[in-house]
């Protein structure tokens, strides 16, 4: 709407003409009517004036010599007005000077007297399109400022946005440095609304692993969104927060710095303990009456040896073997327990993983026998340096892959474990060629109760606890473990854990 009447104003411009003389009146109108203006005639000072207060002609073509009021008297009064119109005066020849003067006092233009058609189209024409220019100057002027207003509008909208989110929001330059905080990242780390932001991340929060990746996203060290991990991390408040950073890039997709926001996983990681608790409590009430059960089934069945067989001893021995099973399973639940509330790391020595592994290797040998398997363990790495850990999760660990591997590997199969160096690291194989596991059970098969259900192994008795007691004590030893399998070709677990540098 308001441009149309702006555009409108632009073509349409209002010529008045005051002159004494009725023909300098009349052919004027005629001229000017004929090339698009609208005109206002008036014979006299006084009634320019008040048609001038009427209509605002943008532009007057005014006669300085007329009788009353005379023309520079009306040219003073004109300038004096808020939005003086373009004045052009007519004059004759024995005027000129006096042309001149009202020049000076603010006439735009002058045409001498008398005028051919073509001159007066000439100089008003002129003027016209001075006004027109002047009125587009103010209309680019207009929505320069109305752009400016909408950016600023758009700029606190967003920020009003990121303001009031209940997740938190921290915006890094390609420094690290922390150029935006909104208030729900504030309140999680405690730091009072008025901190204000400028400084390192870490001066704000103190996580490592948070800080560093932080500073590689706000660098540009990470090109593929997909890679970059999630963080979780505890603050000194007890408060456990989930972070999410990403690159902020610009028009050419240079980095310009990080955006992270934040969630506040606190209630989550305490129903995570509260169900650790609640498992570690149930598994150590039901482990001792099972115990009991278990015990007192073997003495009947002892008892009853050399008796024939009977269904009763039948009945008694699978529950003998079913007792067993949920002793293991209880036994293994209880492991997880300590190993999350970081119990089973806790005595740290200098351990020598080769002999380790060479009293695990003959210990199981007798169950690889027994299905006809083989089982080598190959030192390539002469000396192994020591390794500082808990004797008891590394025993937990390797004596975990192995027996996996005697397990889900069938008769005359062949398990090797191989031991080497990668780096800083000692690298264990356990290789073996059994039944083998197909890709997409690689990260399940380290969750708790998982089990790889199919013809081979489904009567292969576990509690698919294992393996995520091993992922739970590797991951405590700050080491990694990874699977490489096919189905029908066997499967290679390799962990690598950090040396101590020490071969002593
Ligand atoms: P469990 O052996 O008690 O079932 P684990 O957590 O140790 O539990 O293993 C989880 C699953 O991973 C197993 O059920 C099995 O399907 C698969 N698995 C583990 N080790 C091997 C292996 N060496 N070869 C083939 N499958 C394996």
Same mark, same amino acid.
Not at 385 to 409: C, K, M, Q, R, V
């Given at each position: 709407?308001?441009?149309?009447?702006?555009?409108?104003?632009?073509?349409?411009?209002?010529?008045?003409?005051?002159?004494?003389?009725?023909?300098?009146?009349?052919?004027?109108?005629?001229?000017?009517?004929?090339?698009?203006?609208?005109?206002?005639?008036?014979?006299?000072?006084?009634?320019?004036?008040?048609?001038?207060?009427?209509?605002?002609?943008?532009?007057? +073509? *005014? %006669? @300085?010599?007329?009788?009353?009021?005379? #023309?520079?008297? =009306?040219? !003073?009064?004109?300038?004096?007005?808020?939005?003086?119109?373009?004045?052009?005066?007519?004059?004759?020849?024995?005027?000129?000077?006096?042309?001149?003067?009202?020049?000076?006092?603010?006439?735009?233009?002058?045409?001498?007297?008398?005028?051919?058609?073509?001159?007066?189209?000439?100089?008003?024409?002129?003027?016209?399109?001075?006004?027109?220019?002047?009125?587009?100057?103010?209309?680019?002027?207009?929505?320069?400022?109305?752009?400016?207003?909408?950016?600023?509008?758009?700029?606190?909208?967003?920020?009003?946005?990121?303001?009031?989110?209940?997740?938190?929001?921290?915006?890094?330059?390609?420094?690290?440095?922390?150029?935006?905080?909104?208030?729900?990242?504030?309140? +999680? *780390? %405690? @730091?009072?609304?008025?901190?204000?932001? #400028?400084?390192? =991340?870490? !001066?704000?929060?103190?996580?490592?692993?948070?800080?560093?990746?932080?500073?590689?996203?706000?660098?540009?060290?990470?090109?593929?969104?997909?890679?970059?991990?999630?963080?979780?991390?505890?603050?000194?408040?007890?408060?456990?927060?989930?972070?999410?950073?990403?690159?902020?890039?610009?028009?050419?997709?240079?980095?310009?710095?990080?955006?992270?926001?934040?969630?506040?996983?606190?209630?989550?990681?305490?129903?995570?303990?509260?169900?650790?608790?609640?498992?570690?409590?149930?598994?150590?009430?039901?482990?001792?009456?099972?115990?009991?059960?278990?015990?007192?089934?073997?003495?009947?069945?002892?008892?009853?040896?050399?008796?024939?067989?009977?269904?009763?001893?039948?009945? *008694?021995?699978?529950?003998?073997?079913?007792?067993? #099973?949920?002793?293991?399973?209880?036994?293994?639940?209880?492991?997880?327990?300590?190993?999350?509330?970081?119990?089973?790391?806790?005595?740290?020595?200098?351990?020598?993983?080769?002999?380790?592994?060479?009293?695990?290797?003959?210990?199981?040998?007798?169950?690889?026998?027994?299905?006809?398997?083989?089982?080598?363990?190959?030192?390539?790495?002469?000396?192994?340096?020591?390794?500082?850990?808990?004797?008891?999760?590394?025993?937990?660990?390797?004596?975990?892959?192995?027996?996996?591997?005697?397990?889900?590997?069938?008769?005359?199969?062949?398990?090797?474990?191989?031991?080497?160096?990668?780096?800083?690291?000692?690298?264990?194989?356990?290789?073996?060629?059994?039944?083998?596991?197909?890709?997409?059970?690689?990260?399940?098969?380290?969750?708790?109760?998982?089990?790889?259900?199919?013809?081979?192994?489904?009567?292969?008795?576990?509690?698919?606890?294992?393996?995520?007691?091993?992922?739970?004590?590797?991951?405590?030893?700050?080491?990694?473990?990874?699977?490489?399998?096919?189905?029908?070709?066997?499967?290679?677990?390799?962990?690598?854990?950090?040396?101590?540098?020490?071969?002593?």
């Amino acid at each position: 709407m308001e441009k149309m009447k702006v555009d409108k104003n632009l073509d349409q411009i209002n010529v008045m003409v005051v002159d004494d003389e009725q023909d300098i009146r009349d052919g004027s109108e005629r001229i000017l009517v004929r090339i698009g203006f609208q005109v206002y005639k008036a014979a006299r000072g006084d009634e320019a004036l008040t048609l001038l207060e009427k209509e605002k002609p943008a532009i007057v +073509l *005014l %006669d @300085l010599k007329m009788p009353g009021m005379d #023309g520079m008297e =009306v040219l !003073e009064r004109i300038q004096k007005l808020d939005k003086p119109p373009l004045v052009i005066v007519i004059t004759g020849y024995a005027t000129v000077e006096t042309a001149i003067e009202a020049m000076k006092q603010g006439a735009y233009d002058f045409i001498p007297k008398p005028f051919e058609p073509d001159q007066l189209r000439i100089v008003v024409n002129r003027a016209a399109e001075k006004i027109r220019l002047t009125r587009e100057t103010e209309i680019l002027e207009l929505e320069k400022a109305r752009t400016l207003l909408d950016l600023d509008t758009e700029k606190s909208r967003i920020s009003t946005i990121i303001e009031s989110l209940p997740d938190g929001v921290l915006v890094t330059n390609n420094t690290g440095q922390v150029v935006l905080m909104n208030p729900a990242l504030k309140s +999680l *780390l %405690d @730091l009072g609304p008025d901190v204000k932001p #400028g400084k390192q =991340v870490e !001066e704000y929060v103190t996580d490592e692993s948070f800080c560093s990746l932080v500073m590689e996203i706000s660098q540009g060290k990470h090109v593929d969104y997909e890679d970059i991990p999630d963080i979780e991390f505890a603050l000194p408040n007890e408060k456990y927060l989930r972070a999410r950073g990403q690159p902020v890039l610009g028009e050419k997709k240079e980095c310009l710095g990080a955006v992270v926001n934040f969630a506040d996983i606190t209630a989550m990681k305490v129903l995570d303990r509260l169900k650790s608790e609640f498992v570690a409590k149930v598994s150590h009430e039901l482990r001792s009456p099972l115990s009991t059960i278990h015990e007192q089934i073997a003495h009947v069945l002892n008892d009853m040896v050399g008796a024939s067989l009977n269904d009763d001893q039948n009945i *008694l021995s699978r529950a003998k073997e079913k007792t067993q #099973g949920l002793i293991s399973m209880i036994g293994d639940l209880l492991d997880l327990s300590r190993i999350e509330e970081g119990l089973i790391c806790h005595e740290p020595q200098p351990v020598h993983l080769d002999d380790l592994l060479r009293s695990i290797v003959e210990f199981l040998g007798a169950r690889a026998d027994a299905g006809d398997q083989s089982l080598q363990l190959e030192i390539l790495s002469d000396p192994v340096p020591t390794i500082t850990a808990d004797p008891l999760a590394l025993e937990s660990i390797f004596g975990n892959l192995i027996t996996n591997a005697i397990n889900y590997t069938p008769e005359n199969g062949k398990i090797r474990v191989e031991v080497d160096l990668a780096g800083i690291n000692i690298r264990v194989k356990v290789i073996d060629n059994g039944f083998g596991i197909a890709d997409k059970h690689f990260d399940k098969i380290f969750e708790r109760f998982y089990r790889v259900k199919d013809e081979k192994t489904r009567y292969i008795t576990g509690t698919g606890l294992g393996l995520s007691i091993v992922k739970g004590l590797v991951d405590s030893l700050g080491g990694i473990i990874q699977v490489d399998s096919a189905p029908g070709e066997g499967s290679t677990f390799t962990v690598l854990l950090p040396t101590t540098g020490n071969t002593g």
